[in-house]
């Protein structure tokens, strides 16, 4: 079924920015808004956007996600060790009536 | 603010069955579309299967068709799944999850762990 594509990690130096990106096609991430979310180590995923790059009420400005094309990618600026966590990006696929969500990126904060 | 409690998990052998349970609150349930989305150990996210507002479409992922079975209680603010013929590989932990991220936050609850072994 489908799968998004995600870098599996990626490191970046303390306060610099990083971007994680998130591959699909036509029938997801092409035409959907992608959902991107974070997880620490034990706990559950954590909404970061949606809809049109959307960012829930509570979340730093330093997230901020983007797309062009089959390719939605989240920056994330100033990074802090808290920043430090796996993350996910999700979009539904209109095609096969289902969720596609990304391998996930390993973010380290070096 | 939103709320999403998962139960139901447990340890059961292959071949068994368990029903899952969210019941959610801070939002009004009746409106959205609703997932559940599962986490083997040590993997990544695994959507399992959506159900429509009213309960009228539902989709799965291939491995649980026929076994699985996502409803929803509209009237008692609950989502359910129906797991049967359970599998080693259905070990995981389970999210219940508006995916989408529309209901408000937090959008996803913390998970009911399933462990399927002999």
């Known amino acids: 079924q489908a799968g998004l594509t995600q870098p599996p990690s990626v490191s970046k130096g303390l306060r610099q920015t990083a971007t994680l990106t998130c591959t699909g096609n036509?029938?997801?991430?092409?035409?959907?808004?992608t959902v991107w979310l974070q997880q620490h180590q034990g706990h559950p995923p954590k909404l970061l956007s949606y809809?049109?790059?959307k960012r829930p009420s509570g979340i730093s400005e330093r997230f901020s996600a983007s797309s062009s094309g089959n390719t939605a990618s989240l920056t994330i600026t100033g990074l802090q060790p808290e920043d430090e966590a796996d993350y996910y990006c999700?979009?539904?696929?209109?095609?096969?009536?289902?969720?596609?969500f990304g391998g996930g990126t390993k973010l380290t904060v070096l | 603010e939103v709320q999403l409690v998962e139960s139901g998990g447990g340890l059961v052998q292959p071949g068994g069955s368990l029903r899952l349970s969210c019941a959610a609150s801070?939002?009004?349930?009746?409106?959205?579309?609703m997932s559940w989305v599962r986490q083997a150990p040590g993997k990544g996210l695994e959507w399992v299967a959506s159900?429509?507002?009213?309960?009228?479409?539902?989709y799965y992922v291939d491995s649980v068709k026929g076994r699985f079975t996502i409803s929803k209680d509209n009237d008692k603010n609950s989502l359910f799944l129906q797991m049967n013929s359970l599998r080693a590989d259905d070990t995981a932990l389970y999210y219940c999850?508006?995916?989408?991220?529309?209901?408000?936050?937090?959008?996803w609850g913390q998970g009911t762990l399933v462990t399927v072994s002999s």
């Open positions: 999850a508006n995916v989408d991220g529309i209901v408000g936050t937090p959008s």
């Open positions: 801070g939002f009004t349930f009746r409106n959205y579309w």
């Open positions: 159900i429509k507002e009213d309960g009228s479409q539902k």
């Open positions: 036509n029938n997801n991430v092409g035409n959907q808004g």
């Open positions: 809809r049109n790059n």
């Open positions: 999700s979009a539904w696929d209109t095609s096969l009536n289902v969720w596609a």
